[in-house]
């Protein structure tokens, strides 16, 4: 048989648009489109060419909906895609709301942005995709359950496990020119359920998640978490301030919605009105309601309220002794940004994070302490408390990954480490390097080619991008130029005196004139 070769076009050196491209036995195969998000360097990528040609696909698989992982779906089928997109039955339900709100979006931020004076006479910002295209998507959506075997001719086939990461998440084993591949897509705490029908350990090849290879998290039972909830929203509550939870749409909101349900029930919390602002989560909520049973009925909780309208939310922003869940989980859009506008300011109010943030993102900004952000071209002011919530993480932690290595062992050929920050790879590689039972681990750069061999150490074909490092980087140039407008702002208001801020300003403008 001949080799495979396994391309990196995203998850590789960072955390988000997992896309990686095989091609073998005449079959060129991706595994995931998804989204890059984080700084702006890395958000600019969405909106490059496509790193290979989407005509030639034969076939798509899909980890799970994630937006880091299906967020740029559509736009592989505006880009002349034919394959089918393979996932399971509750992807498939779920990227559809999510995929029409990630366009809208786009839409109305490439309305604003074009709509804005210092962009007079340029290109026009356009949306990667839109309806139109996520109805082409679908049309080539085929489902697959977990454990079938599913041939995409007679020599490549592929098989879905369940990564325990959301609803309908899966880890995918390829079976391709004579090698058994599996790529873990994102992997949730504890163990996953076996098929009968295949072995589960015993790889030439193994691509795995790193997102928390850095670090491990100490256990929270439900109850210690739902407790620690509880006492936040008191305290909040009690001072005449607002509770803010950012929330990610799927899974997370709905985890977070079902402990306010069983606090109001075991009469541990009175009943604080609790409002879900997010269209986008409320759908969402509908249908992973459908796949799970968590033995609740938040529906029929008069004080869990789902807010519709614009102008709902905007009268939140005129009550106080509440709890606003929003979108978007990183602060990065959504409804979630106004009401920090109008709640950081309030030292009353509290700010807790339910999730993981991406290095660059608003949110990463605000729970690593700063104290002025600029929110939709407003400055403001961070007064509120913030703080982190436990427990709620669908990600396994670092002995979580190293668990669900060594269980898929014996791997005969290499350990591939993407979906992480550098320091989490780094980490998580030099954790791996200790367990003389596992090949050594590599890490590839964004871009990069490997040929895979059975049995065999990967070599690599061809180098990753020029600007693959600094693309990754944890703060690129557009956030280190935010952090010192804000720094610069903050120092010249502090001067007392008009003299003291003229000479600032000019001491400024001789520095940068000498750069010229």
């Known amino acids: 048989m001949s080799g495979v070769n396994i391309t990196f076009h995203g998850a590789a050196g960072t955390v988000t648009g997992s896309c990686f491209e095989i091609e073998a036995s005449g079959k060129t195969i991706l595994v995931d489109c998804g989204m890059f998000q984080g700084t702006r360097s890395l958000e600019a990528l969405n909106h490059e060419d496509l790193p290979f040609d989407p005509k030639k696909i034969d076939a798509v698989l899909l980890t799970h909906a994630h937006l880091d992982h299906s967020g740029r779906l559509p736009y592989l089928y505006a880009c002349g895609c034919k394959a089918k997109t393979y996932c399971t039955a509750p992807s498939a339900d779920i990227i559809k709301p999510l995929l029409q709100d990630a366009a809208k979006l786009q839409a109305a931020d490439a309305e604003r942005r074009n709509r804005r004076a210092d962009r007079a006479g340029l290109p026009p910002f356009v949306p990667l995709y839109d309806d139109g295209d996520i109805a082409t998507l679908h049309k080539n959506i085929r489902t697959a359950a977990y454990c079938e075997e599913n041939r995409l001719d007679d020599d490549v086939s592929f098989r879905f496990w369940n990564a325990r990461h959301i609803v309908g998440s899966a880890s995918i084993e390829i079976n391709i020119a004579g090698q058994r591949l599996l790529f873990s897509g994102d ?211 670092r002995s979580g990954l190293v668990e669900w290595i060594k269980d898929r062992t014996p791997i005969s050929g290499s350990l591939f480490l993407v979906h992480g920050d550098p320091s989490a790879l780094e980490s998580f590689s030099e954790i791996l390097g200790e367990s003389p039972d596992l090949p050594a681990a590599i890490v590839p750069a964004l871009g990069e080619t490997w040929t895979l061999s059975p049995a065999e150490a990967a070599t690599r074909k061809s180098a990753g991008r020029p600007d693959a490092t600094s693309l990754t980087a944890a703060r690129d140039w557009v956030s280190k130029l935010a952090a010192l407008r804000a720094e610069v702002d903050q120092k010249i208001l502090e001067q007392p005196t008009q003299e003291g801020r003229e000479k600032m300003l000019a001491a400024l403008r001789r520095a940068l004139d000498s750069m010229a």
């Open 187 to 397: 992997i949730g705490p504890g163990r996953a359920i076996n098929c009968t029908a295949s072995e589960i350990g015993g790889y030439d090849h193994v691509i795995c998640e790193s997102t928390y290879g850095d670090r491990d998290r100490k256990p929270v039972l439900v109850s210690e978490r739902r407790e620690t909830l509880a006492r936040h929203v008191e305290e909040v509550i009690s001072a005449g301030g607002n509770v803010m939870i950012p929330a990610f749409a799927l899974e997370r909101t709905q985890a977070i919605l079902e402990d306010f349900d069983a606090l109001f029930a075991s009469k541990r919390l009175g009943p604080v009105n609790v409002f879900l602002d997010s269209p986008l989560a409320q759908k969402l909520t509908m249908a992973v309601m459908r796949y799970r049973d968590s033995g609740t009925d938040m529906l029929k909780r008069t004080n869990i309220r789902f807010i519709e309208s614009v102008a709902e939310s905007k009268k939140l922003n005129r009550m106080t002794g509440i709890v606003i869940i929003a979108g978007s989980g990183m602060c990065e859009g959504g409804r979630i940004r106004h009401h920090l506008i109008r709640n950081l300011p309030n030292r009353r109010s509290r700010l807790l994070f339910s999730g993981y943030q991406v290095a660059g993102t608003l949110g990463s900004v605000l729970r690593d302490g700063a104290e002025r952000v600029r929110i939709s071209g407003h400055d403001v002011i961070v007064k509120a408390e913030v703080a982190s919530l436990s427990g709620y993480s669908n990600h396994a932690d």
